[in-house]
């Protein structure tokens, strides 16, 4: 196949690179004459292992080459890659302009075509593509059907051609009416051993940056952990060691999916209590820190969404932190009812406020003392007086879900997403 990529920065390079050494023509294109020449002569303007072999090998056996001329470039090829960079601009976003001024340089070229398929590897904002496509679209002939996907890379670098050729899976961002299959069918070329994966292009041009920021998540937090063990006298590698090697909580798909708020006992005191104690030593460790004001905005969130629909009364079903357990410290459905301004209605079928001892005694009598007065077993009377009803924890309640009527639904846990095309609303704040 017949490929441009679209600035040979680090990404365009390892892209040129690992095409051409799987067989594929392409040409590179840039704006600076320096990295053309370099690319051209069989050079690669980048340090990255492999990479300089497989452009000299590409150039002489004649598929490689590159240009500044972007008209060209588009002319004879079926499919252009954007690899330009999109640094940070003064406000902190990510600069666009790059990628704007390839499409104008693309314009006489597809409408001379006719066709053309433009796919965006650099790191953009949510609905960057469908805006670019929109641009293309205003600056081109109405019968010029020119097609767009997104296409994230996730390359390290020093190792970029080996997570070129074996990626964790490969994202392709496609259109409502476009199913990429162009751009599908070039990776099945590469034969490699990953997935697939077609997802909403704003899903692919977020996935980057949310890989990367929890990447920087996990290394900050091992950081901090590190610095706040050696304060304590404790090894922190020989911790986090033990850390990894849970891969059925820690390591794993646990706690990843967006949801609703923690509660019960554990994970609110101990991430107060780490926090504390890492003051204590006088460690700075702002991310832990930042756990409880992270957990508190997320209820914050919840209770913005059900104040914003209409209705006098809600109805939480879920007093417990989760499903399966009486625990209520902490709960997240409670500590949502503490800052509604409606009345509130509780509904919680096997469990008695008034057996509640210990811990779970005092939290409610601190909480809310009345929530024996305002709990609701039967679920025909709950569901008349509720004008909203929020599912606060992940226990399934098939007696409410099919008696639900018009009343609108919030769902930050995902106990009921059945529901959504049976109610006037629903609403799942974060996912």
């Not at 292009?201 to 706040?228: D, Q, R, T, Y």
């Not at 006992?265 to 991310?287: F, H, Q, W, Y």
């Not at 009598?365 to 009377?381: A, E, F, G, N």
Request: glycine content about 8%.
């Amino acid at each position: 196949m017949k490929v441009s990529v679209f600035g040979l920065g680090y990404v365009g390079c390892v892209m040129t690179a690992c095409l051409a050494s799987e067989g594929h023509e392409v040409v590179g294109v840039d704006v600076n004459p320096e990295k053309v020449e370099t690319v051209a002569g069989g050079e690669s303007p980048i340090e990255e292992p492999g990479v300089d072999e497989a452009i000299a090998e590409g150039v002489a056996a004649g598929r490689v080459d590159a240009t500044t001329d972007a008209t060209a470039a588009v002319l004879d090829s079926s499919i252009s890659f954007l690899t330009v960079g999109t640094p940070l601009d003064d406000t902190g976003q990510l600069s666009t302009t790059n990628l704007y001024n390839v499409v104008d340089s693309m314009v006489e070229a597809v409408d001379r075509k006719g066709t053309h398929r433009v796919v965006v590897r650099s790191t953009v904002p949510p609905s960057t593509t469908r805006s670019l496509r929109e641009y293309m679209a205003s600056k081109t002939d109405e019968a010029t059907d020119v097609e767009f996907a997104v296409n994230p890379e996730f390359l390290r670098e020093g190792a970029a051609m080996d997570d070129f050729f074996d990626p964790p899976y490969v994202v392709v961002g496609a259109f409502e009416d476009d199913a990429a299959e162009d751009l599908v069918d070039l990776y099945r070329t590469l034969g490699l051993d990953s997935d697939v994966r077609t997802v909403a292009p704003e899903e692919a041009e977020s996935l980057k940056m949310v890989n990367n920021a929890f990447h920087a998540l996990k290394i900050c937090f091992a950081n901090e952990v590190g610095s706040l063990a050696s304060a304590a006298g404790v090894d922190g590698r020989e911790l986090m060691d033990l850390v990894q090697s849970d891969r059925k909580l820690n390591i794993s798909e646990q706690y990843l999916d967006p949801g609703f708020a923690f509660g019960g006992s554990c994970l609110p005191k101990d991430s107060r209590a780490i926090a504390t104690i890492a003051e204590d030593n006088g460690v700075s460790a702002p991310l832990l820190d930042s756990i409880p004001e992270s957990n508190d905005a997320h209820i914050e969130r919840v209770r913005d969404r059900v104040e914003s629909l209409e209705g006098s009364t809600v109805g939480i079903v879920g007093i417990a932190f989760k499903s399966d357990t009486t625990d209520m410290r902490n709960s997240p459905g409670l500590r949502l009812a503490k800052q509604l301004d409606e009345e509130v209605l509780f509904y919680a079928d096997g469990i008695d406020p008034s057996e509640a001892v210990g811990s779970n005694r005092d939290y409610l009598d601190k909480t809310i003392p009345d929530l024996t007065d305002r709990l609701v077993s039967d679920p025909d009377s709950f569901l008349d007086r509720a004008d909203v009803v929020v599912f606060a924890n992940d226990c399934a309640r098939p007696e409410l879900t099919t008696r639900l009527g018009d009343t609108p639904v919030c769902d930050p846990v995902g106990t009921v997403p059945e529901v959504a095309d049976e109610v006037p609303e629903y609403h799942s704040v974060s996912w």
